[in-house]
């Protein structure tokens, strides 16, 4: 990546599946034991009240009971929350790759994830990544979630910028689509998506 947008550019970057990987199946397998169910589905009770979750709506307990169906607490809750973390925890090198490179060149990096309070400042405490962002957004601090458009408003002014000098990078097609339509520039991360490319191809005159 040779070129970068204008010197006051801010770079937004989700967390989960874009600095952090897909959950490896031995990390599901770890948190179905302890939970007693199989949680990898799509469909599964882990993501039925998920979103409320990372929004601050219910706390670990309540989430944990809605997932298990029955009340939890004490060193099961600490341990499902200690595995939970743990399951989004596995990074994207070539995605911290691109960070380094950025930070190295003073690009301005900040974060804002769907991402429930206590695993926000269990990775600040015990993970390295935090530190590239000079900015950090957690739902779970807020109590709102992406693609809301208050919490991109929320982030814009915390930052003290316009939408146009931000480029936020997701892989959720609804959060990309929010943000764009209040006038970010974004890029949307896939598998196959040269994200090095995709930024220095923003960073050309139109």
Do not use: C
């Amino acid at each position: 990546m040779n070129t970068l947008p204008a010197s006051g550019t801010w770079y937004l970057f989700d967390y989960g599946k874009v600095i952090s990987t897909e959950p490896l199946a031995e990390d599901w397998d770890a948190l179905g034991e302890a939970a007693g169910l199989d949680l990898r589905s799509p469909s599964s009770s882990y993501w039925a009240a998920r979103l409320e979750y990372d929004g601050g709506g219910l706390s670990p307990a309540e989430y944990w009971a809605s997932v298990l169906g029955r009340p939890v607490g004490g060193d099961d809750l600490d341990r499902l929350e200690e595995l939970d973390a743990r399951l989004w925890s596995r990074l994207n090198p070539r995605t911290l790759e691109v960070l380094d490179f950025m930070a190295g060149q003073g690009a301005h990096l900040a974060l804002l994830s769907n991402m429930p309070e206590g695993m926000s400042h269990r990775y600040e405490s015990e993970a390295a990544w935090p530190g590239f962002f000079v900015a950090r957004y957690f739902s779970g601090r807020l109590r709102m979630v992406k693609p809301e458009p208050q919490v991109y408003r929320h982030v814009l002014k915390g930052l003290g910028a316009a939408p146009e000098d931000v480029v936020f990078i997701d892989d959720n097609r609804a959060n990309i689509e929010a943000a764009e339509a209040l006038g970010m520039r974004v890029v949307l991360l896939r598998e196959d998506t040269d994200l090095r490319q995709e930024l220095a191809l923003l960073g050309e005159p139109a």
